[in-house]
């Protein structure tokens, strides 16, 4: 006979995990309620706590930062360069400087663009400190045929509505040491410890994926090549469109990277007549969505009393947040669609 439960958990929890980390090629995952969720819970299997420095991308979405601050420690933010308009590696060496001994790193891909990876292993590896990578928005996308998310001690993606694979809300801690992963596994649901009666000796959470989502991500995962295709071409089809206004550059492709291009964001030139805020109300006007890039968390109120450091005599990551445009970017925007958009944006100039 088969097992008569208390309660019903179903099985698609653990295939998720399975295929997810298979797809990517990491040795073990933990489904999560949300990417956040699972930067929590990176930063936490690291062993942050009170008082520790956590170095993390300036320019991303504030879900990257606040869990540093969950675990009461201190962020320090660091600049971009404007080859990927991620982390500056030598901005990263730089704060290694003056803070010799964070905790840990969270490097952001933004976009679904990989950072300089490499560069920032290597410090950090010189420096033995792990890496986390926010590859909340890059699932997918590749480093010399290696997918983002793969190359730190951690990895997390996120499967939000917004995503570019969703299960409504969830996301993905990633990692080759099975006994963190393990003890992930417990602390996300609600650290029982193994007896009859519910015994707790440590605090837990409750973080764990539903069984509902995870059936949701299986089917998802199906489509994620497809969609990764769609999001290139609406890439193209915009460096396309828009080649022949000098004052704009697409967020670029890094040497031997395939992005995922889960969004399509250019930048102005600072000596542009046209603003990013002109280019937004145009096309607002004509019922299209689109968006200033990330705020750097160095810039948020929330955030002002964090150290930032850059190399730059300016800050790249202010730059790209000033002059940039994220563009409509949905997979079910059709060619007309986009040529809209596009033509929208050139009649401006
Ligand atoms: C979406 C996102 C997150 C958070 O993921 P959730 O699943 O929404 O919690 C973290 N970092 C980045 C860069 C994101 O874009």
Redo the contacts with the bound molecule.
Sequence with gaps: MTQIGLHHFGENVNKFEEELSKYVGAKHGVALS???AA?HMALKAVGVTNGDLVFCSSL??A??ANPIIYQNATPVFIDSESETWNMDPKALEKAFEKYPNPKAVIV?HLYGTPAKINEIMEICKKHNVPLIE?A??SLGSTYYDKQTGTFGKYGIY???GN?IITTS?G?MLVSDDEERIQKVRFWVTQAREKARHYEHKEIGYNYRMSNICAGIGRGQLKVLNERIHKKTDIYNRYKEGLKEITEISIQPIPKNTVPNHWLSSIVLDTRSKVKPIEIIEALEKENIESRPVWKPMHLEPVFKDYDFIQVEEESIAKKLFENGVCLPSDTKMTNEEQDVVINKIKSLF
């Design positions: 949300s990417g956040t930067i991303t979405f879900a990257t952001v926010d909340a928005e996120s499967f939000n995503k809300g996301g």
